[in-house]
């Protein structure tokens, strides 16, 4: 072989210009790395969801005649870095050429540009051609430090790739239909929630292999694996979506349930959440390809799938996940240690196992190790609100993101984490934190029902600890805070409490802190 071309674990894109034609002089490089294992503590999950879906995606090339070196932790066990791997692949093939696609996370790509530079042999860096966005339109679209806002980039996207467009308009006069798009489910009351389509992928040859490795892992896996982690099965859970979910897909985004969404008896978990994350993270399909679907199927559907659900998720895609990796790439490596609130507490241990009497926060917790899976209003409105609240370290309230998560890749996790629930950024995701008292919660779900406490109450032995909290969060932030139009009337109605109620607030919340591991 003349050129040796690097496939990370999350550039599975069959539809690369790269594969296109079949070409002797290459080979293919699919590696389990050691490296990319114990970066973080991860998921069982999701470890063994990336290596399925490598050996799958190298098993297709091969059947596609390229060449393919497909390596696992067991041929890789030397070799504690990527650049030790790679050198030994160029001497042993005496390759001519280094090529690679531009890895989505600053870790990896400093880690390549450097590998290139100390080579003695040619290298050349591709686009991953997966996202709208390319390096390029990244760059101009996005500074360093700037406060950027994604509903005016949400509509420079929509117009610049025409979707949803007529003519310079939106579809149907409006941008946004974010206000018909926040119910509650209502028992009784709501349309069918359909159960979530799992897959059956056999993986125990590479749970094995991680428990022969000693990997540490997080989570629980059952015999088999419930994650899309081909193509195929990619496409299939894109159609499972338009078919069962895209028509309440908005209007339920928000809304979170643990007697519908059944944990323990593995049922309606999802909800209408998509659970696409993975396969699009892992390149095995586009958003091009998802939101051409969605569109596709909503046209043809227009009966069932108002404009508001396509307009919904739509947004989810072009929007939030474009604006996200723009914030990263604009902001990093300064982003990873931006700390604006101050936070310095440590993250409570029954973030681990559940274990705590808030019904809201065991609730997203167990689900989080049963599946690798919450939904976003869980992440941001329940562990994320908490930490936020609690004045948790945000590198701690990371580390449990990226490890947590079958889709938890540091460019997207990073500025969802750190800036849009921690506000560890000052500002720059989102122009507002999303703290909350325990009232958000008792209005978008039925988790407060069956806690040990109880939301109306502020102070007392039952009182919801979510309650308290706030009161303390919003005054010790009152100065950076109180300035904010939107807030004026939570620092008002603050004013209004006696003195001494509010001292006990403060204080109820002071021992909740206290006492935080057992609460
Ligand atoms: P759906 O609700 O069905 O949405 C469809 C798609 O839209 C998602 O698959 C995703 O690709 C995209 N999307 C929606 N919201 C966002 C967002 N805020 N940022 C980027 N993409 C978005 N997403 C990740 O992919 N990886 C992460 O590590 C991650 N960490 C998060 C951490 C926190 C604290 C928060 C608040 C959000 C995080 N998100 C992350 C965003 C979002 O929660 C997940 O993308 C979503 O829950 C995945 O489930 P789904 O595929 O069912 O999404
Ligand atoms: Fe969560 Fe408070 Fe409701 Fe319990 S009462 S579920 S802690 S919001």
Redesign the pocket.
């Known amino acids: 072989y003349k050129i040796l071309r690097l496939v990370l674990g999350d550039q599975l894109n069959a539809h690369h210009s790269w594969f296109k034609d079949k070409n002797d002089d290459v080979v293919y490089v699919i590696a389990e790395l050691h490296q990319e294992a114990c970066y973080t503590t991860h998921h069982i999950q999701k470890v063994c969801a990336f290596f399925c879906a490598m050996e799958n995606f190298a098993s297709a090339l091969s059947t596609a005649a390229h060449h393919v070196l497909h390596l696992t932790l067991d041929d890789t066990v030397h070799y504690r870095t990527l650049p030790e791997l790679l050198s030994v692949l160029i001497e042993r093939y005496d390759i001519k050429q280094f090529e690679y696609q531009l890895p989505d996370e600053y870790r990896l790509k400093k880690q390549l540009e450097e590998f290139s530079s100390n080579l003695k042999i040619a290298t050349k860096p591709f686009e991953t051609e997966h996202f709208y966005l390319n390096e390029n339109m990244l760059k101009t679209d996005f500074k360093a430090g700037k406060s950027h806002r994604m509903e005016a980039f949400y509509r420079k996207m929509r117009k610049r790739f025409n979707i949803l467009m007529q003519g310079d308009q939106p579809l149907g006069g409006k941008w946004n239909y974010d206000e018909q798009n926040r119910n509650k489910l209502k028992s009784g009351d709501h349309p069918k929630v359909p159960e979530p389509l799992l897959f059956q992928n056999d993986i125990s040859l590479i749970v094995a292999r991680i428990k022969r490795h000693k990997i540490k892992t997080i989570g629980r896996i059952n015999n088999s694996l419930l994650w899309p982690v081909t193509r195929t099965q990619a496409k299939e859970l894109v159609d499972y979506?338009c078919q069962h979910c895209l028509e309440n897909?908005g209007r339920f985004?928000d809304a979170m349930s643990c007697e519908l969404d059944d944990v323990f008896g593995q049922k309606q978990w999802?909800l209408v959440?998509?659970?696409?994350?993975f396969a699009?993270?892992s390149k095995m399909i586009s958003?091009a390809f998802v939101v051409n679907k969605a569109i596709d199927f909503y046209l043809k559907n227009d009966k069932r799938v108002s404009l508001s659900q396509i307009e919904g998720?739509v947004r989810?895609?072009i929007g939030?996940?474009e604006f996200?990796r723009g914030i990263y790439w604009a902001n990093m490596p300064n982003y990873a240690q931006l700390n604006s609130l101050s936070a310095h507490n440590p993250l409570p241990s029954w973030f681990w196992d559940g274990n705590t009497k808030m019904n809201c926060l065991r609730y997203a917790i167990v689900q989080s190790l049963d599946f690798a899976?919450?939904?976003?209003i869980q992440?941001?409105m329940v562990?994320?609100n908490f930490c936020l609240l609690a004045g948790i370290n945000p590198d701690e309230v990371e580390q449990w993101?990226?490890g947590i998560?079958i889709?938890?890749?540091e460019w997207?996790?990073m500025p969802?984490?750190r800036g849009?629930?921690q506000f560890a950024d000052g500002g720059i995701v989102g122009s507002k934190a999303y703290a909350a008292s325990g009232n958000y919660i008792k209005n978008m779900s039925d988790y407060c029902g069956k806690c040990d406490y109880d939301v109306t109450q502020i102070v007392g032995a039952k009182a919801c600890p979510l309650n308290s909290l706030y009161w303390r969060f919003m005054t010790i932030h009152e100065a950076k805070f109180s300035n904010n139009p939107r807030q004026k009337l939570v620092y008002a109605n603050w004013r209004k409490k006696a003195q001494s109620h509010r001292e006990e607030i403060l204080q109820q919340a002071e021992t909740y802190l206290i006492e935080v591991e057992n609460l």
């Open positions: 979506f897909f985004q999802s959440h998509s659970r696409l994350s699009l993270n958003p998720f989810q895609i939030w996940r996200i899976y919450a939904h976003h992440r941001l562990t994320g993101y990226l998560y889709d938890a890749l997207v996790e969802n984490t849009m629930s």
